[in-house]
């Protein structure tokens, strides 16, 4: 190409690429899937690899996710009145936080001003006088007790297990042995009036227990009042910083209520504790206040747009979130505390993009990912809940969310997904389809020098003058497989750019030229093409056996490609034909040995219809033709050596010997019109590597279809032998244009008696073949007679 038309010298003077090449209608439905409000309308960003699909899907999501209003923060707190299902609160976003700390402190502050107030002076003297007036009623009653008693005789005696009643006479209590003398109707008397003690006793009793409870419950209740004291300004406080939030105003009500009811696990413990209660140790389980925290588990900040989440893992556990797990002494517990929230919540209310082969490899991923889309909310849960196992006792509280996914994958996975999973159709709506090149032109060369200041300024990398930038034009046109095209597969054509820039930075150069680019690219294929060499080595030594100069009556050197990962290479392979005398036709022996391809199959059985379109008429088309692709051990396939099979079939009819220093590669329909074929750059250098180490006499060339001109964007030591006449490449629009280059002699033509001149090419074989049909006929009347 003309450098000059280019307009810069080097890409320093040109501005970075900021929007994508040719890539059009991804864009188109990349903006309308991402805007789209209505439910379903996830975006499928499909792709071949290295289209730069996932970084251009990220770099519009993150555009549009600025100027989208902030999502919500997450947090999970405890639910008193059921523990095992915690609770989850929505605050603004960077509102979370404020949230967590404000709970943080409130608990905090009550556990250092608690102990104090009931560890005060007021307090405790408060609470000593009703215990003092307590038991100044209790001395009361006991008084009155012990005067009825007198009243009647008794008096208390002091025992192991309390205090009993004894008679009494003259001050002095009875004795047993004083008893025994007394008369039975004094005894009698002695014990009714015990009787009648007994049940006063049992009413002193009865009200001791009940001054007791009243000293219990007034306690209680100062108790209460104490507490409510200390809370009613803190709890003020947050009822007013979040009035009009229903669920964290009721949360709060929930949290005074347990405080007052539990209170004293925030007082000093008088006996000592053991993390966990183990019997026969004594001790008890510290007071646990971990009740009171919240865990935030999404938080945002204010001005940072809506979220994107980039889940490079998508298991289920980091989609949906989890339930961790704390052991202590062998003991594993859990509790709200532990709820780790996922990849969909981090995204809710923004955009989460995933990888589609990445997703489907995890185990229920795909269909939790499903069921959030198509309920809207999230459900954490443990794997094992899809088995019916019970495994944490916990049941969050499911939260709602509102997420656009964005998935990419390749075209195939698509159409998987499209064909066999019912649901894909409608939570994915929107395709995004990523295009593999864009026609040239110059606005699409200097978008290209563009790209390549980006990369440079972006990634610290020496500038590339116009002479690199030209070259790289022609890689990607290369990449593209047409002259007339440029790949938009930009990640392997940045990969040749940061290639180049170390061969220049390895040479002390400050800009990168052409053969820096060139360096590049044949480093890059050397690193890669040792089983190509392997080939070549083989050929030359005779050990593949391909002939490139002479002529072979029957032999033609066909074209074949190998592809290994992401090189391909071309190489000869030579192909024979043998004609008899018979009827079953051309007969592949690659198919009869089960070494064909389903289309290698359909080209042979295509060529058959050649054959006997063009010689079948008065007589039977009486001819069996075997053909081989020799030293091939493996399965051959495709319909690209037909051209090549034509012309060893028909060699060995008309015993025209084939050119072997030309190569030959292109499909052929019915009509004899050579068709186009892939890897036609692969083969021809192929050709050209094998007749290089041989020798170039200018007599080599290959014949490739005239539909594949387009195509040709062969590597310039080719293109340097063909302009100075040492290599060849023909382009044939029919089978009859290639037989005649390799053969010599004209194909020929039905003239007015619908028979061919027999000096060319087709004469010959319609010759032979009415021979083959004499000797048929011949034998058949034999039999019959």
């Not at 009009?244 to 004293?264: C, N, S």
């Not at 980006?454 to 070259?471: N, Q, Y």
């Amino acid at each position: 190409m003309d450098v000059s038309q280019l307009g810069y010298k080097d890409t320093s003077e040109l501005p970075p690429l900021e929007e994508p090449i040719g890539q059009e209608r991804a864009v188109e439905a990349l903006e309308f899937g991402l805007r789209m409000e209505s439910p379903g309308f996830n975006v499928y960003v499909s792709g071949p690899i290295g289209s730069g699909k996932w970084t251009m899907a990220k770099d519009m999501v993150k555009r549009l996710a600025k100027s989208a209003p902030p999502a919500p923060d997450l947090c999970y707190v405890n639910n008193f009145q059921d523990p095992s299902r915690p609770r989850c609160l929505q605050f603004p976003a960077a509102q979370g936080r404020a949230f967590t700390e404000a709970m943080t402190n409130l608990i905090e502050g009550l556990r250092r001003d608690l102990p104090k107030i009931f560890e005060g002076t007021t307090y405790l003297e408060a609470r000593a006088r009703i215990h003092e007036e307590i038991e100044a009623k209790k001395k009361a009653l006991f008084r009155d007790l012990t005067e009825l008693t007198q009243d009647r005789g008794f008096g208390f005696e002091e025992t192991p297990v309390g205090f009993s009643l004894v008679p009494i006479r003259d001050g002095q209590p009875l004795s047993e042995e004083a008893l025994a003398h007394l008369s039975d109707e004094e005894r009698r008397a002695i014990a009714e009036k015990r009787k009648t003690l007994d049940s006063e006793i049992r009413e002193f009793h009865v009200r001791v227990h009940a001054l007791d409870h009243e000293a219990e419950q007034r306690v209680r209740d100062m108790d209460r009042e104490v507490v409510k004291n200390a809370l009613i300004g803190r709890f003020e406080t947050l009822r007013r910083c979040y009035e009009g939030h229903a669920a964290v105003l009721d949360y709060l009500e929930r949290v005074h209520e347990d405080i007052l009811g539990t209170f004293k696990d925030f007082l000093r413990q008088e006996t000592p504790t053991l993390p966990i209660p183990i019997p026969g140790l004594g001790g008890s389980r510290p007071p646990d206040l971990t009740r009171y925290s919240v865990n935030l588990i999404v938080e945002h900040e204010a001005g940072g747009g809506a979220p994107v989440v980039d889940e490079s893992h998508p298991t289920y556990a980091n989609l949906v979130g989890k339930i961790e797990r704390k052991a202590h002494l062998g003991v594993v517990f859990t509790d709200f505390a532990e709820i780790k929230a996922g990849a969909i919540l981090q995204a809710s209310g923004g955009y989460l993009i995933l990888s589609a082969m990445d997703l489907l490899r995890q185990p229920f991923a795909w269909d939790a990912l499903k069921r959030v889309i198509k309920t809207h909310e999230v459900k954490i849960e443990d794997p094992g809940e899809f088995f019916g196992f019970s495994t944490t006792g916990l049941r969050p509280q499911p939260v709602p969310v509102n997420v656009k996914v964005v998935m990419v994958g390749p075209p195939m996975l698509y159409h998987l997904l499209q064909a066999y999973e019912e649901d894909f159709q409608k939570i994915f709506k929107v395709k995004a389809d990523f295009d593999i090149d864009v026609p040239r032109d110059e606005a699409q060369d200097r978008l290209y020098g563009r790209l390549v200041a980006k990369l440079c300024r972006d990634e610290g990398l020496p500038h590339f003058s116009a002479e690199a930038v030209a070259e790289l034009i022609q890689e990607g046109a290369r990449l593209a497989e047409r002259y007339d095209r440029l790949t938009l597969r930009l990640s392997l054509l940045s990969d040749v750019v940061r290639e180049a820039a170390f061969w220049a930075g390895r040479e002390g150069r400050a800009t990168v030229s052409r053969g820096d680019i060139e360096t590049a690219v044949a480093k890059k294929r050397h690193r890669a093409d040792l089983p190509e060499q392997w080939v070549q080595d083989d050929i030359e030594e005779g050990t593949l056996m391909v002939d490139l100069e002479g002529a072979v009556v029957g032999q033609v050197n066909g074209l074949s490609v190998h592809l290994l990962g992401d090189y391909a290479f071309g190489r000869p392979c030579r192909i024979t034909a043998r004609t008899s005398v018979g009827t079953k036709g051309v007969l592949d022996i690659q198919r009869e040995a089960e070494l064909a391809g389903h289309v290698h199959s359909k080209g042979v059985l295509t060529l058959a219809g050649y054959l006997a379109g063009k010689f079948a008429g008065a007589h039977p088309f009486a001819l069996t033709a075997t053909l081989t692709f020799e030293q091939t051990y493996s399965e051959v396939e495709g319909d690209s050596a037909a051209v090549a099979e034509s012309a060893a079939v028909l060699s060995s009819l008309a015993e025209a010997p084939v050119r072997q220093s030309l190569a030959v590669t292109g499909s052929v329909n019915q009509l004899g019109e050579v068709q186009p074929i892939g890897g036609v750059n692969e083969k021809i250098e192929g050709f050209f590597a094998s007749c290089a180490r041989h020798g170039l006499t200018g007599d080599q060339g290959v014949i490739i279809p005239a539909r594949n001109a387009k195509h040709l964007v062969l590597r310039r030591d080719v293109v340097k032998a063909v302009e100075a006449g040492r290599f060849s490449v023909y382009a044939v629009h029919t089978v009859e244009e290639a037989l005649e280059l390799l053969t010599g002699l004209p194909a020929g033509s039905r003239g007015p008696d619908g028979l061919y001149p027999p000096d060319t090419l087709f004469g010959k074989v319609a010759q032979r073949l009415a021979e083959m049909a004499e000797i048929v006929m011949a034998w058949g009347e034999k039999q019959e007679n």
